[in-house]
């Protein structure tokens, strides 16, 4: 959040060179893109690149920022995608390897 507003100042101080509509017009412009960027694209790509699903990084993220603020939201879907790949690694590809290995006993 505060990444993108520091991000805005300087278009917006060149608006303001041209007049008080031109700002605004960046204001508005700046908040439209960032509001499809934070809300539409993102959780679109999270949930191909890295399987999240979106409930599950919502409720992270609500939990989360119960129990530390501000800093909990942030941290909820690195935090969940880490997990996820670690319950992969630990469970599903040993369970993989049982299964071939069961499979290879049968044989």
Do not use: C, F, H
Not at 57 to 65: D, E, F, I, K, N
């Amino acid at each position: 959040m505060i990444g993108p507003a520091i991000a805005a100042v300087p278009p917006i101080l060149l608006g303001l060179v041209d007049g008080s509509g031109s700002a605004a017009a960046v204001l508005a412009l700046y908040l439209s893109i960032q509001a499809v960027e934070s809300y539409l694209i993102t959780p679109l790509l999270q949930r191909k690149m890295m399987k999240l699903v979106p409930a599950l990084t919502l409720a992270a993220q609500a939990v989360l920022g119960v129990i530390a603020g501000p800093i909990g939201i942030v941290v909820a879907a690195p935090l969940v995608a880490v997990t996820i790949v670690i319950v992969k690694m630990l469970y599903v590809e040993a369970v993989d390897i049982q299964i071939v290995a069961n499979s290879r006993v049968q044989s």
